[in-house]
């Protein structure tokens, strides 16, 4: 299973703290590599976290020895590069929160969903979309 190969590759991987994936998901959210002063703003616009550079440098370079990043110079800083993508990210911790707090049922993770999201009309219709085209596949 080609997903499962990608998602082991992430599973296996250091964790991250909430600190660090504030500072992937800026990356990821970018879609371009960044500095530390990027980092920087988009932290501190998107989650109202105000860090120092100093602070932001050690979060990168913890990124960097989990191996989620990579970085090269670029003029007189360094640019920050994930080599791990938002979907795979994503993807593990979809996988790992339906196992958890689901039991590994789709079905429970729905009930859960539906119960506590508030929807639009079309957004129910998109979902129906989505389920039909699943089954489609069966």
């Not at 989650?47 to 602070?55: A, H, L, P, V």
Request: charged content about 35%; aromatic content about 10%.
């Amino acid at each position: 299973n080609m997903v499962e190969n990608r998602l082991t590759k992430v599973k296996n991987m250091k964790r991250l703290s909430d600190c660090e994936m504030l500072v992937m998901k800026c990356i990821w959210d970018a879609d371009k590599d960044l500095s530390v002063l990027e980092i920087k703003d988009a932290l501190k616009e998107k989650y109202g976290r105000d860090y120092e550079r100093t602070t932001i440098c050690t979060f990168g370079t913890r990124l960097k020895e989990k191996g989620f990043v990579e970085t090269y110079r670029k003029g007189h800083g360094f640019r920050y590069h994930p080599l791990v993508s938002k979907v795979d990210m994503r993807d593990m911790q979809m996988e790992e929160a339906l196992e958890f707090w689901y039991e590994n049922s789709p079905v429970k993770f729905m009930e859960a969903f539906c119960g506590n999201i508030k929807m639009t009309a079309d957004e129910v219709k998109e979902i129906k979309n989505l389920i039909q085209k699943v089954e489609q596949q069966q």
